[in-house]
């Protein structure tokens, strides 16, 4: 059960092709597990800082850990941002709203929310440095994806069918255990790691608001649009000089 847990997890949040062989999602997509992932994503993202900035300076650098983030995860976070912008802020009832979330073009406010979100992660990786920043790739992939958890567990889920409804369920226990996974991805700056903490819970609580308050719930893109959030809010908090 844990081997398909990992594999439902790994499988969810990235393009890693471990799915099961008969390519069933698995129960609740290892959801306990999201944070771990978020680990090592952060741990392959500095990865990609550090030799990008060291072939080609800190800019770059911080470039690269997201093209490596984006690359690993299929982008699927970041079109969920566009997605939820676009869908969120638009016109019209909840129907309509869920609508425009599900058209594949890009709007408008999906546009300027994906360029906002990356010039500020850019610009927060950048300012940090290698070194500084691999602790922040590290902390912000766990604290993301266990906001993404929380939001999971806590919020109506609004669509009759999609992938997110596997995640479903009741289980605090679940959000427990991704707590516990997160803490070790804390220690290794856990001044600047509780005010990350701090940041990542009220970005992914003001998307939860908002997704409540403009569809009634959550959908999959709302899932995305939290974890992205909450990353972004979180490498900020480790910028802030304490």
Not at 59 to 70: C, D, F, K, T, W
Not at 98 to 117: H, I, K, T
Request: net charge positive; aromatic share 4%.
């Amino acid at each position: 059960m844990r081997l398909e847990a990992i594999r439902s997890a790994v499988g969810f949040l990235t393009v890693i092709p471990i799915a099961r062989a008969d390519g069933a999602p698995g129960q609740r997509l290892g959801r306990s597990l999201f944070p771990a992932v978020g680990l090592l994503l952060g741990l392959m993202a500095a990865a990609a800082m550090a030799l990008g900035s060291l072939l080609a300076g800190p800019a770059l650098g911080a470039v690269a850990a997201l093209v490596a983030l984006a690359v690993l995860t299929g982008g699927i976070h970041l079109d969920a941002v566009g997605d939820c912008a676009d869908g969120l802020f638009s016109s019209g009832d909840r129907t309509r709203r869920l609508e425009v979330m599900r058209d594949p073009q890009l709007g408008s406010f999906g546009v300027v929310a994906l360029v906002l979100l990356l010039l500020a992660e850019v610009a927060a990786l950048t300012h940090l440095g290698p070194a500084r920043a691999a602790v922040a790739l590290i902390a912000a992939g766990a604290l993301s994806r266990l906001a993404m958890l929380a939001v999971l567990v806590e919020l109506p889920y609004v669509r009759a069918e999609g992938l997110g409804r596997a995640a479903l369920g009741r289980g605090r226990r679940d959000l427990v255990l991704g707590v516990l996974l997160t803490l070790p991805a804390l220690l290794l700056d856990w001044p600047h790691a509780l005010v990350a903490a701090g940041a990542a819970a009220l970005g992914a609580a003001g998307v939860a608001a908002l997704a409540r308050a403009r569809i009634g719930g959550a959908t999959g893109d709302v899932y995305g649009a939290t974890l992205e959030v909450a990353q972004l809010s979180a490498l900020l908090a480790f910028a802030v000089r304490l």
